[in-house]
């Protein structure tokens, strides 16, 4: 089994875990594992040279207990009924960490956006969009964002979706550009929420700011804006960064707006001027404050936990720590912060997003922010006192938080009929 099809039983394990520390019943644990609903389509797209090709697209729909299912979309070659499954079961519980009234959904397609044509992309989406349109809504399941999908991605869903019924819907999916219905500071919303995090744990474990520095894996819309507000708005040095292809260092500090102009010349982040290009596994066991992991999953192992030296870890991407990763981290007193929380900015301000598009009344950035914040530093609080009270590490805690959270809302609505 390849490793990126694992994060679904990394997934169940996790809850399986929490289940017996909160003293579920096997049958209430099968039902907080076990996906509600799973779409698979099959789909012709016109390619530019005229032929037709069939893609493979998910739409999994893990649980709505407590409101609408909400999650991103994916566009990877390496896509997989499994991922999908585990990725929209962790937006379930990083709903409930943080108190959105959502359940957790996910969808992808397997393709390689980075070999399609603009047009083909497009019609790729509005068909996929179609596909899975008598499964979602603005009351039912509204996806986003997620790893090689934007927001014109986004734009395209909500016109198909709007032709279909006649009507614009702006509320069917977030993430979406400002001027048809998309909120302010939802595209840095996930670092924002992330810095946040970061500036919340360094203060309860006494890391100073001053001479503070970042390691940052993944060079995409997390990435890139992580970088960039560690270093903007808590003054840390980026040490290193890196994309699919490489990573480089500096020890004197790299400007993260300037290496994305680098990047966008050059098609990476590597042969930046200054500094040195190092592998992706050595930026993860780098000397640094925080390591921020936010590309791929199960990228910290037990092939390398033993060797990470960061004093926080802050995970930008999705499942990138595996189980056993997790207990060489906490044993070696690193504080993980974990992605259901640490990521858990983006999916507040599509929250956001979509009451304002419900409601017709859009916010500032200033209120946006401000309101990420409480919710951030309050749900990072909630966390670190579960974990210092049951002596865990934080991603125990937030799963004995979330998982209870989610149980309690099935137990009032009862098992139907
Ligand atoms: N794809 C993002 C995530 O994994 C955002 C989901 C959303 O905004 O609904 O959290």
């Known amino acids: 089994m390849s490793v990126r099809s694992d994060p679904y039983k990394v997934a169940v394990s996790q809850v399986q875990r929490a289940g017996e520390m909160l003293g579920l019943e096997q ?27 069939v893609f493979t697209g998910f739409r999994v729909q893990h649980n709505f ?77 509204i996806p986003a964002p997620d790893m090689y999908t934007d927001a014109q991605v986004m734009a395209w869903i909500m016109d198909t979706y709007s032709m279909n019924v006649g009507y614009s819907v702006p509320g069917v999916v977030t993430g979406k550009p400002i001027s048809l219905g998309g909120s302010e500071g939802r595209e840095e919303a996930t670092s924002r929420g992330l810095a946040y995090c970061v500036r ?29 507000l560690l270093k903007e708005e808590l003054g840390m040095r980026i040490t290193a960064l890196s994309d699919s292809s490489g990573g480089i260092f500096d020890p004197a500090g790299l400007d993260p707006v300037d290496v994305y102009e680098h990047k966008r010349r050059t098609g990476s982040v590597q042969g930046y001027p200054e500094a040195l290009d190092i592998t992706n596994q050595e930026l993860l066991e780098m000397e640094c404050t925080v390591l921020v992991p936010a590309a791929l999953e ?13 004093r926080i870890v802050a995970e930008g991407a999705n499942g990138p720590t595996t189980p056993e990763a997790d207990r060489v981290l906490y044993e070696k007193g690193i504080t993980l912060i974990p992605d259901i929380l640490c990521n858990a900015g983006g999916v507040t301000v ?30 990072f609080a909630r966390v670190y006192a579960t974990a210092g009270a049951k002596e865990v590490d934080m991603r125990t805690a937030a799963y004995l938080l979330a998982v209870d959270e989610v149980v309690q809302a099935t137990k009032m609505r009862g098992i139907y009929p």
């Open 27 to 53: 049958g209430m644990i099968d039902l907080m594992t076990r996906p509600k609903r799973e779409f698979t389509v099959n789909f012709p797209v016109r390619m530019d040279d005229g032929s037709i090709r």
């Open 65 to 141: 207990a407590r409101g609408p299912c909400k999650g991103g979309i994916r566009y990877h070659p390496a896509v997989s009924l499994d991922e999908v499954r585990a990725l929209a079961m962790w937006m379930t519980w990083k709903c409930a960490t943080v108190g959105l009234p959502y359940g957790g959904a996910k969808g992808g397609v397997i393709c390689n956006p980075k070999e399609m044509s603009a047009g083909e992309l497009e019609r790729m989406t509005r068909r996929y969009a179609s596909e899975i349109a008598p499964i979602i809504g603005p009351h039912v399941d």
């Open 200 to 228: 919340e744990a360094m203060t309860v474990e006494g890391v100073q700011r001053e001479g503070a520095t970042a390691a940052v894996q993944g060079f995409g819309n997390v990435g890139w804006n992580a970088a960039r």
């Open 298 to 310: 199960n990228v910290l192992s037990s092939d390398n936990a033993d060797r990470v030296k960061a």
């Open 350 to 379: 599509s929250y956001f997003e979509w009451v304002q598009d419900l409601q017709f009344l859009f916010w500032s950035k200033a209120e946006i922010e401000n309101r990420l914040d409480q919710i951030m530093t309050y749900s």
